[in-house]
């Protein structure tokens, strides 16, 4: 029985400009903490008190930080209920395809961590891939639902914590003695090697925001990815986004409300600096950020549909469809940009430099993968995944 990869022809457009535009978001949020990592990043920001660069750090708040994760976890879950329905729809094997496809990514993002940024999401990915076979299994209200509960319930911190202590596990010890002073040093003088064994011990320490924070999320939005890709709503997107209309901009006036108020507002509050209540602000700040980017899908969908914009919006489907390399190439990037392998700008720039150099190299990007795509028909490292997932070589000149 043959093993057939999905032809570039069968290509959905828009999906590939949604996994452009997540692409984007994500580099300029990551851009954010490479530049500056999360143990001195408030000491350092609050040198900057222009007007400019509190609004740009006010913009990113409200237009960025947890805007673009949701997307690409609904893409990719929304891409592997896809590739499930057209295996099945061939008579193909989907079990041992995908544990094979999940297990080569889950190894492309080991090696990001390892060799050039510790902020990988691709191996969370991967793990969630695997559960595919059995997600898509599952009836649209227990899909539906679960995505719900997991975004909106609030005690992943505890229950981490829990289990933390339970193995009597303390992440935070790996980065004791490492100051502010002492990364910046490592970072923009030290050797390549140092900046390796950094990015593993700064990996483990984000241990609980990545499976406290950032995985619940990611599952949530994969289910509901597998729920799209399951009743097959991608293949008629338009008349989808336009019943759409009414909640999603009901949806939007209502958490945007929430996230102004919570900016300008509600940390001000004595009822803010009460534990629980904190814990509850800030969790609805999050429920609110992922249906802006939700929101932010609905958007595109209709200036796609139902504008003349269709144009200008087609330069993202070239990033989109090399998603894998154009990721990895930015932490390639951030890399030389920031360290001591290259320019060692760590630390060195304002938030608006920071912001206006992560929209300056994906320009760059966009440039560089319509050139690519105009002779290979995959990006470098999404033919060799292909190759590796499909256990042959495939031609990718075209």
Same mark, same amino acid.
């Not at 990721?327 to 938030?351: C, D, H, K, N, R």
């Given at each position: 029985?043959?093993?057939?990869?999905?032809?570039?022809?069968?290509?959905?457009?828009?999906?590939?400009?949604?996994?452009?535009?997540?692409?984007?978001?994500?580099?300029?949020?990551?851009?954010?903490?490479?530049?500056?990592?999360?143990?001195?990043?408030?000491?350092?920001?609050?040198?900057?008190?222009?007007?400019?660069?509190?609004?740009?750090?006010?913009?990113?708040?409200?237009?960025?930080?947890?805007?673009?994760?949701?997307?690409?976890?609904?893409?990719?879950?929304?891409?592997?209920?896809?590739?499930?329905?057209?295996?099945?729809?061939?008579?193909?094997?989907?079990?041992?395809?995908?544990?094979?496809?999940?297990?080569?990514?889950?190894?492309?993002?080991?090696?990001?961590?390892?060799?050039?940024?510790?902020?990988?999401?691709?191996?969370?990915?991967?793990?969630?891939?695997?559960?595919?076979?059995?997600?898509?299994?599952?009836?649209?209200?227990?899909?539906?639902?679960?995505?719900?509960?997991?975004?909106?319930?609030?005690?992943?911190?505890?229950?981490?914590?829990?289990?933390?202590?339970?193995?009597?596990?303390?992440?935070?010890?790996?980065?004791?003695?490492?100051?502010?002073?002492?990364?910046?040093?490592?970072?923009?003088?030290?050797?390549?090697?140092?900046?390796?064994?950094?990015?593993?011990?700064?990996?483990?320490?984000?241990?609980?925001?990545?499976?406290?924070?950032?995985?619940?999320?990611?599952?949530?939005?994969?289910?509901?990815?597998?729920?799209?890709?399951?009743?097959?709503?991608?293949?008629?997107?338009?008349?989808?986004?336009?019943?759409?209309?009414?909640?999603?901009?009901?949806?939007?006036?209502?958490?945007?409300?929430?996230?102004?108020?919570?900016?300008?507002?509600?940390?001000?509050?004595?009822?803010?600096?009460?534990?629980?209540?904190?814990?509850?602000?800030?969790?609805?700040?999050? $429920?609110?950020?992922? /249906?802006? %980017? +939700? &929101?932010?899908?609905?958007?595109? =969908?209709?200036? *796609? !549909?139902?504008?003349?914009?269709?144009?200008?919006?087609?330069?993202?489907?070239?990033?989109?469809?090399?998603?894998?390399?154009?990721? $990895?190439?930015?932490? /390639?990037? %951030? +890399? &030389?940009?920031?360290?001591?392998? =290259?320019?060692? *700008? !760590?630390?060195?720039?304002?938030?608006?430099?920071?912001?206006?150099?992560?929209?300056?190299?994906?320009?760059?990007?966009?440039?560089?993968?319509?050139?690519?795509?105009?002779?290979?028909?995959?990006?470098?490292?999404?033919?060799?995944?292909?190759?590796?997932?499909?256990?042959?070589?495939?031609?990718?000149?075209?």
């Amino acid at each position: 029985m043959s093993l057939t990869p999905v032809k570039p022809k069968s290509r959905i457009d828009l999906l590939d400009v949604y996994r452009g535009f997540a692409v984007f978001g994500i580099f300029v949020v990551n851009s954010v903490i490479m530049h500056s990592t999360f143990v001195n990043q408030d000491a350092y920001l609050a040198q900057f008190t222009s007007w400019y660069d509190r609004g740009t750090q006010q913009l990113l708040q409200l237009f960025f930080y947890t805007k673009f994760f949701p997307i690409f976890s609904l893409l990719f879950g929304l891409g592997i209920a896809m590739q499930i329905l057209k295996r099945r729809k061939e008579h193909q094997p989907v079990a041992g395809f995908l544990v094979r496809r999940m297990g080569f990514l889950f190894l492309f993002g080991a090696a990001h961590i390892i060799f050039l940024w510790s902020g990988d999401v691709i191996h969370l990915y991967a793990l969630l891939g695997m559960s595919a076979v059995v997600c898509i299994k599952a009836s649209n209200k227990v899909l539906l639902w679960s995505s719900l509960l997991l975004l909106c319930f609030p005690f992943y911190d505890l229950l981490l914590g829990w289990l933390f202590n339970s193995i009597h596990f303390d992440p935070y010890v790996y980065l004791e003695g490492f100051d502010g002073e002492r990364i910046n040093q490592i970072i923009t003088e030290g050797a390549y090697t140092q900046g390796l064994v950094l990015r593993l011990r700064e990996y483990v320490v984000n241990l609980p925001m990545l499976f406290g924070f950032l995985a619940p999320i990611a599952l949530a939005m994969f289910l509901l990815g597998v729920y799209l890709g399951k009743n097959k709503l991608v293949y008629d997107l338009k008349s989808f986004i336009l019943k759409l209309k009414k909640p999603a901009l009901l949806i939007a006036v209502i958490t945007n409300s929430y996230r102004i108020l919570f900016l300008t507002l509600f940390t001000s509050i004595d009822l803010y600096k009460t534990e629980g209540f904190r814990s509850a602000f800030i969790k609805m700040m999050v $429920i609110c950020d992922v /249906a802006m %980017g +939700l &929101f932010y899908l609905w958007v595109l =969908g209709w200036l *796609w !549909y139902m504008t003349p914009f269709q144009k200008l919006m087609h330069p993202l489907k070239y990033v989109g469809q090399m998603a894998l390399t154009n990721y $990895i190439l930015q932490s /390639a990037i %951030g +890399l &030389f940009l920031f360290s001591s392998v =290259g320019l060692g *700008w !760590y630390e060195q720039l304002s938030p608006t430099q920071v912001a206006l150099l992560a929209v300056s190299v994906f320009i760059v990007q966009v440039f560089f993968s319509k050139l690519w795509l105009s002779y290979f028909k995959y990006g470098p490292l999404e033919w060799f995944w292909r190759c590796l997932s499909y256990k042959t070589l495939l031609k990718i000149k075209r």
